[in-house]
């Protein structure tokens, strides 16, 4: 038997004192377990960093911003799982788990196997499934904007993006450079698909980005109301858009660089961390042992 520990985001929009107790005893089938509560913001990342030395098994109970804490904190290959309590919970989708938190912490304390996966970095920085540069990123800022302390679901992504793009009118000229490449006016770097979800639907923006690879990249070159039509038939329903010449793809690098014109919005696994002119993504090839 494994000995554990849970860190819990209480502020999560899935966690609450029921959810917690059933999961925190689903896991304890599994053995020995403590638990700690993390009480600011950047602080799972300590925790788990301090975890690393004395536990089989870690185990994150938050949402996608809590995940992209822990995993900045890991050191080493303690296997790591992830427990949904957010309102996207695009990791814990995105390898196979189970969408219910307590479903979930019942597969991950019986779970005899593992997975070693890759993760992105963006300027230093760890993320688990995806980074964006721009109109992505400003989304992101627009939805944290109208956020009464919980966070909101992937419907008030859609109606983001569909409020920014009715206010450029369906236009965005190219306003960064990725090197090597040419220019683009905004840009996506995944290392699995799908890496994002229109409601329950998912999105094949990178689709043959894999957990197991380097990073994929895609940025429409400019951006046009007809792009705009084939790109949401082509991600949503047949993905054609990484073959078409509107489009900048990379498949599997580990390096991307990205020059903006002006410092513009990033994000990172749904998480806004300010403004940059100058982004260098790069996997991180085999870093995460995961608990799957």
Known sequence: ??????????????????????????????????????????????????ACGDYDAIYVFAGDGGFNEAVNGMRGQVPIGFVPGGASNVLPRALGLPGDAVAAARRLARADRTRRISLGVANGRRFTFAAGVGLDAEIVRAVNRRRDGRRPGDLAFVWELVKLVAACRGRLEPSLEIEGHGRAAFAVVANCDPWTYAGPFPVHATPLARFELGLDLIAPRRVTPSVLVQTGWSVLVRPAHIRSPAFVHLHDADRIAVRCDAPTPLELDGEDVGDADRILFEAEREALTVLV
């Open 1 to 50: 038997m494994r000995r554990a520990v849970l860190i819990v985001n209480p502020r999560a929009s899935g966690v609450t004192p029921a959810r917690l107790a059933a999961v925190r005893a689903e896991l304890a089938a599994g053995g020995p377990l403590d638990e700690l509560v993390t009480e600011r913001a950047g602080q799972a990342s300590e925790l788990v960093a301090q």
